[in-house]
T-cell receptor, first 113, second 111 residues
């Protein structure tokens, strides 16, 4: 039973560029959430997707956008990268409507230079 | 004042000791409480998941939630060196609400 998988594992980008991160949810899960974890901090909620729509959003600017596909996989896009966007980006999946706990992937480490 | 306060540590204890980790929070509307363990260069791994107040036990782990005091705890019995990791508390309102995490406590179990 595959857990949450994310790609790529590491990424280096230059300030001002755009980046796309990918996530496949745990088998049987239909809801995907994205979190940003800065070094030494707890994860911060970016947004949640269900039925290909953004259901809830945290305190992140519009430079952060996402998409969910019919197979429940998801992408996180970040435009106009800033140095402060350097972080571990975590994808988590769950079942909607059951207040089910989140299961996290191992993340994508993004470095912006 | 942050919504969730957690002492970052590090907390160093000898093998076999009982470990106590805790978080305080300010939003009385939180209903769901979780503890995650995160090893270096890995994603958070769910340890305990509780709803509202009370205790929950799973093997060597016990989670306690005191909503009247806005205080949650995780106890680890018979601690092992493999328990060395960062422990994150998290909580949510339920529904589509995202999790609000503490900063995490770095735990070191000395052999």
């Amino acid at each position: 039973d595959a857990g949450v998988t994310q790609s790529p594992t590491h990424l280096i980008k230059t300030r001002g560029q755009q980046v796309t991160l990918r996530c496949s949810p745990k088998s049987g899960h239909d809801t995907v959430s994205w979190y940003q974890q800065a070094l030494g901090q707890g994860p911060q909620f970016i947004f949640q997707y269900y039925e290909e729509e953004e259901r809830q959003r945290g305190n992140f600017p519009d430079r952060f956008s996402g998409h969910q596909f019919p197979n429940y996989s998801s992408e996180l896009n970040v435009n106009a990268l800033l140095l402060g966007d350097s972080a571990l980006y975590l994808c988590a999946s769950s079942l909607k409507g059951a207040n089910s706990p989140l299961h996290f992937g191992n993340g994508t480490r993004l470095t912006v230079t | 004042q942050k919504e969730v306060e957690q002492d970052p540590g590090p907390l160093s204890v000898p093998e076999g000791a009982i470990v106590s980790l805790n978080c305080t929070y300010s939003n009385s509307a939180f209903q769901y409480f979780m503890w995650y363990r995160q090893y270096s260069r890995k994603g958070p791994e769910l340890l305990m998941y509780t709803y509202s107040s009370g205790n929950k036990e799973d093997g060597r782990f016990t989670a306690q939630v005191d909503k009247s005091s806005k205080y949650i705890s995780l106890f680890i019995r018979d601690s092992q060196p493999s328990d060395s990791a960062t422990y994150l508390c998290a909580m949510s309102l339920g529904g589509a609400d995202g999790l609000t995490f503490g900063k995490g406590t770095h735990l070191i179990i000395q052999p």
